[in-house]
C-alpha cells in the first residue's frame, strides 16, 4: 500500500463520471497515490467489478448515518444548510440563486415559509457581509458528526477530495476531517455549480474549477482566496474531446430507428425542476411533421433524469412525452440509464448515447441546459427553446419559472452573450431557428469554439491529468 493517501467522495453520477470517466483516478494511482473512493454501499461491488485495480479501494458513503445525523436539530440545521446555499456574496450574478429562495418560498412546509420574510432579510445582509458569511459558515461547524472516524483513523488520508465543498451530505465527511487536522480540497463537477450554489458547507482549502470564470464566481461569490482555486478544466469532458464515446452514425441510427436520410433534431429535456418541458417538446413534433421544416426532419427527445423521481408532474410529463412518440411519426424517445443505489438516472453510465446524440445531430436543442457546452464541444448548431407554458406546472404549492424569463441565470446569459447559439420564445421562432441552421449548419461556430474555451479551458484532453496533478502537489 502507497504511503500517500487520498479520500475521494463521489455521491453522485456526474462525480462518478468526472472521477472514473476520465485520467484522474490513473493518474493519482500512477503517481504512487492509494486512493479510496467513498461511494454509495449499493454500487460499491459493480464499481469494484468495473474499475477495480491496485491502488483503489471502494469504501461506502454510510448515506443512511449521514441523513440519520441531518434529521439532528433538523430546523437549525435546514435553515443553515439553505443560508448558506443562497448566500452568495452579491458581486457576482446571484438570480440561480434566487430562484431557488423563491422555489423553497413556495414549496416548504409552512413552518419554514413563516420565517421566510426573516430569511429574505438574513440573505439580504450575505449578500454585503463578508463578516455574516463567515459566521454562517462557522455556525454549520457545530453540526461535526463521528460517520467515518474510524475511515480515517484507519487510512490516515493525507487529503480527502469531495466533489462539492459541502453542499451535500459530504459536507459531513469534509468537516470530520478539518476537526482532525487533514487537509481538504473539493472539485466543481457541475456548469452552475458556482453560480447557483453559495457558501462551503465546510472548511475546504482548495478548489478545482473549470475556468477562469468559475474561479472569479468562487472568489467574489463565496469569497475564496484565488491562491486556492486551481483552474483544472472540466475531466468528464475529456472522452469528449478525444472522441472515446461516439458510436458509428449507422449504428446509433440503427438502435432508435432513426431514417439515415433525415435530418436529425435532438431535444434535451431540461429545467424540469422549475417548468414543464413538454410544450417544447408538442412544438417540435408539429415542425418535423408539418413539412415547414427547410428539410425532412426526424426528432430524438431525451428525457430528463428528474423525470424518473417520485414527482407525478414530471413522471406525467414523461408519459406524455412517450406517447407523443407513437402520436407523431418521425418522433423517438431516449431515456438515460439508470443506477442501483441512491443515483437515480444520473448514473454516467450512458456517456456513449449522450455523446453520439450530439455528433450526430444536425441541430441541438434543449433548455439552457449544461449539454448547450457539450453540444457546443461536438461543434452542433444550438438552440435553446423557451417557449412559455401558462401557468407552468399548474399545481398547488408548485414553483415555476416562465422559460422566457430565464436568460438572465449565469450561465444563460453566458450562452447568449457569446453568441454561441439561438433563442426561441415561440414556435415560428424555432422553427426559424431550425431552418436558419439547416440552411447554414456552420453559422455560430466561430463563437461556439470560443464560448467552449472561455468555459472549459483546456480543449486537448488533458483537463483529468491536469487535475489529478494538482490534488497530488497538495500532498
Not at 9 to 17: C, N, V
Not at 262 to 268: E, F, H
Amino acid at each position: 500500500m502507497s504511503d500517500k493517501r487520498i479520500f475521494v467522495s463521489a455521491d453522485h453520477g456526474l462525480a462518478l463520471i468526472y472521477f472514473l470517466k476520465s485520467q484522474i483516478v490513473p493518474r493519482l494511482v500512477e503517481a504512487g497515490t492509494h486512493v479510496i473512493m467513498l461511494v454509495h454501499e449499493d454500487l460499491r461491488v459493480e464499481l469494484e467489478q468495473k474499475f477495480g485495480r491496485d491502488g483503489l479501494t471502494f469504501e461506502g458513503l454510510r448515506v443512511a448515518q449521514a441523513k440519520a445525523y441531518a434529521r439532528q436539530s433538523k430546523e437549525l440545521q435546514w435553515w443553515l444548510g439553505f443560508l448558506g446555499r443562497v448566500g452568495g456574496s452579491n458581486r457576482i450574478n446571484t438570480r440561480a440563486m434566487d430562484s431557488y429562495a423563491e422555489q423553497v418560498w413556495v414549496e416548504e412546509p409552512n413552518r419554514r415559509r413563516m420565517l421566510m420574510p426573516a430569511g429574505w432579510g438574513v440573505i439580504a445582509g450575505l449578500r454585503r457581509s463578508r463578516l455574516l458569511r463567515r459566521a454562517v459558515q462557522r455556525a454549520q461547524e457545530l453540526f461535526t458528526p463521528d460517520i467515518y472516524g474510524d475511515l480515517l483513523e484507519t487510512y490516515k488520508p493525507d487529503l480527502v477530495v469531495a466533489s462539492t465543498p459541502g453542499w451535500r451530505l459530504d459536507r459531513y465527511l469534509l468537516r470530520e476531517a478539518v476537526a482532525r487536522g487533514t487537509p481538504t480540497a473539493s472539485v466543481i463537477v457541475g456548469w452552475d455549480n458556482s453560480s447557483s450554489y453559495g457558501l462551503p458547507g465546510a472548511r475546504v482549502e482548495h478548489v478545482s474549477s473549470w475556468s477562469a470564470i468559475q474561479a472569479e464566481e468562487l472568489r467574489l461569490g463565496s469569497d475564496w482566496p484565488r491562491d486556492q482555486i486551481n483552474v483544472g478544466g472540466i475531466p468528464s469532458y475529456d472522452g469528449y474531446f478525444l472522441k472515446e464515446w461516439e458510436i458509428p452514425r449507422e449504428t446509433y441510427f440503427q438502435r432508435h430507428g432513426l431514417d439515415p436520410h433525415r435530418k436529425l433534431l435532438s431535444y434535451a429535456c431540461s429545467f424540469v425542476s422549475f417548468s414543464p418541458s413538454i410544450q417544447n417538446v408538442e412544438a417540435l413534433c408539429r415542425l418535423v411533421n408539418s413539412g415547414t421544416l427547410a428539410e425532412p426532419c426526424q426528432l430524438l427527445v431525451r428525457l430528463h433524469p428528474n423525470h424518473f423521481l417520485d414527482v407525478h408532474l414530471f413522471s406525467e410529463e414523461r408519459d406524455r412525452i412517450r406517447s407523443l412518440a407513437d402520436e407523431y411519426t418521425h418522433v423517438h424517445v431516449v431515456e438515460p440509464v439508470p443506477l442501483a443505489g441512491h443515483l437515480g438516472h444520473y448514473s454516467g453510465e450512458d456517456t456513449p448515447e449522450k455523446a453520439s446524440m450530439m455528433a450526430h445531430s444536425d441541430v441541438f436543442i434543449t433548455v439552457y441546459s449544461t449539454m448547450v457546452v457539450e453540444a457546443a464541444i461536438h461543434e452542433r448548431p444550438i438552440i435553446s427553446a423557451c417557449i412559455d407554458m401558462p401557468g407552468g406546472w399548474n399545481w398547488p404549492r408548485k414553483y415555476s419559472l416562465s422559460l422566457s424569463s430565464i436568460g438572465d441565470w449565469p450561465t444563460h446569459d453566458r450562452f447568449r452573450q457569446a453568441g454561441a447559439g439561438s433563442v426561441a420564445h415561440t414556435e415560428r421562432e424555432l422553427r426559424d431557428a431550425i431552418n436558419e441552421y439547416l440552411e447554414e449548419p456552420h453559422k455560430d461556430s466561430d463563437s461556439r469554439r470560443a464560448f467552449v474555451e472561455r468555459e472549459v479551458t483546456f480543449v486537448d484532453g488533458t483537463a483529468g491529468r491536469r487535475t489529478a496533478d494538482f490534488l497530488v502537489s497538495l500532498i
